[in-house]
């Protein structure tokens, strides 16, 4: 177990399994300190994470790593387009049914109840909110950040696929003593992030993702939230 892992397992926490402390202390960051993740790290993570599991091995996942002055000229754009447009930005795929209906509406709004006050946010402010929500695609000051597209003409099974990935890449993240959120927000910027990075029309931008080194001070990097036991979403049969 690396340092930077133990700092974050909780005594009463601890499994005797390493990959049991991994997913358990893997949780979604949305504010980073300064310090620098090398090029060759991020590498690895990938290197790593290409061994996820994936329908007959198709592999439907790509991947822009963003550091440096293509971070910052990304962040610009998309932080001006969202200024811009923000009112007018859609995802290249819905993210839920419009209405979201119950039980998920009532997790749905219970989480965004929590993130905002952790971040001093009221829901009625829309001018903070909007500000907040500026902040996702600076990356949340992370010095790395991802952009995964997929093949438009690939179906939803993919997208399960891609799931495995991500937690992939981010467990191998967390291994190595670093943060990640994943961001399907930055789906809103397809636009953008086609001309930025060249990505081809026939593909589809599918999230984006911080790593770094979280600012764990800070109150939204420490929201207590329900994880539903399997007496909630397992139905156990034996007969
Ligand atoms: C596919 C996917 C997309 C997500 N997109 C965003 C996002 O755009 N912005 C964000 O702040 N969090 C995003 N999240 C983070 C979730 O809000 C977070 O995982 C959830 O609240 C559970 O918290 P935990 O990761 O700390 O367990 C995303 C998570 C997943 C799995």
Not at 48 to 54: N, Q, T, V
Not at 66 to 75: D, I, M, P, W
Not at 140 to 165: E, H, N, Q, W
Request: charged share 25%; with cysteine; aromatic share 10%.
């Amino acid at each position: 177990m690396t340092l930077e892992l133990q700092r974050h397992v909780q005594k009463d926490d601890e499994s005797p399994f390493y990959i049991d402390e991994l997913i358990k202390c893997r949780r979604a960051k949305r504010g980073f300190t300064d310090k620098s993740v090398p090029t060759e790290v991020v590498k690895d993570i990938l290197s790593i994470a290409r061994f996820a599991p994936s329908s007959s091995n198709t592999q439907p996942w790509k991947c822009y790593v963003l550091t440096g002055k293509a971070r910052e000229r990304v962040v610009a754009a998309a932080v001006k387009n969202f200024n811009d447009n923000h009112d007018k930005l859609t995802p290249e795929y819905p993210f839920f049914p419009e209405p979201l209906h119950e039980p998920h509406l009532s997790v749905f709004t219970k989480f965004r109840g929590q993130l905002g006050d952790a971040q001093g946010v009221e829901r009625s402010d829309k001018e903070s909110r909007r500000r907040d929500v500026a902040r996702q695609f600076m990356f949340f000051g992370a010095p790395v950040g991802l952009i995964f597209t997929m093949d438009r003409k690939l179906v939803p099974a993919s997208f399960i696929c891609y799931g495995a990935f991500l937690q992939t890449v981010m467990l191998a993240a967390q291994g190595r003593g670093l943060d990640t959120l994943p961001q399907q927000i930055w789906s809103l910027q397809y636009q953008v992030l086609r001309k930025e990075l060249g990505i081809p029309e026939s593909d589809m931008v599918v999230c984006g993702m911080c790593i770094g080194y979280a600012d764990n001070g800070l109150p939204e990097n420490n929201i207590a939230l329900d994880k539903f036991g399997p007496e909630k979403f397992a139905t156990f049969l034996d007969v």
